[in-house]
């Protein structure tokens, strides 16, 4: 198995992949190819995919992706998937392993993510990285397409 930066031109492979995983929150816009392009050039060096040797995958030789980005200040982990018959062999530890390192690199000193509360795989497994649930928080969003823009 190799782990390598996520490049544009994985993402029809990877996104096989998130629509075969449950449990991804997935969107037309931010998980768009120009979605995902905008997040891969602001983020070059912490997004992973994993790839399967053989070449035997059902979704190609993409097996595994993890999208991470930061914004100077704190490190976001998105959509890490890991296709359903390459499960618990360590695969997602690795790519966690990988954006971690990656952001440490880069000064980045604290890492959070979103998970939905009924994805109770997903969070056995966050919690085993280590990712604490912080339960005195309240997760607000606001969606921006409804705002107008100000007229300058
Ligand atoms: C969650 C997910 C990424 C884990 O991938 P993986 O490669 O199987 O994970 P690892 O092998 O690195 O697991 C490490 C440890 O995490 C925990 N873990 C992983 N999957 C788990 C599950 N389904 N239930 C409970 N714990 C789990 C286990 O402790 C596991 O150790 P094990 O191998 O001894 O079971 C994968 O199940 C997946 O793609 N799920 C669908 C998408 C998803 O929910 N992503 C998370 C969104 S928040």
């Known amino acids: 198995m190799i782990i390598r930066k996520m490049a544009i031109a994985d993402y029809r492979q990877v996104y096989d992949l998130w629509m075969a995983c449950a449990g991804m929150g997935l969107n037309d816009v ?68 990988h954006a971690c390192s990656a952001f440490k690199d880069l000064g980045i000193s604290k890492v959070a993510l979103v998970a ?14 280590g990712f604490s649930l912080r339960d005195d928080l309240a997760y607000r969003n606001l969606a921006l397409q409804r705002l107008n823009r100000l007229d300058t």
Do not use: K
Not at 39 to 67: H, K, W, Y
Not at 116 to 129: P, V
């Open 116 to 129: 939905f509360s009924s994805n109770l795989a997903g969070n056995s497994f966050w919690e085993r990285q």
């Open 30 to 97: 931010d998980d768009s190819e120009s979605g995902v392009r905008r997040f891969l050039e602001r983020n070059p060096e912490t997004c992973f995919v994993s790839l399967d040797e053989s070449g035997q995958a059902p979704t190609g030789d993409i097996t595994g992706v993890i999208m991470a980005g930061n914004d100077g200040r704190r490190g976001y982990i998105y959509h890490t998937a890991v296709a359903p018959d390459h499960r618990h062999q360590g695969i997602a530890s690795l790519l966690v392993q």
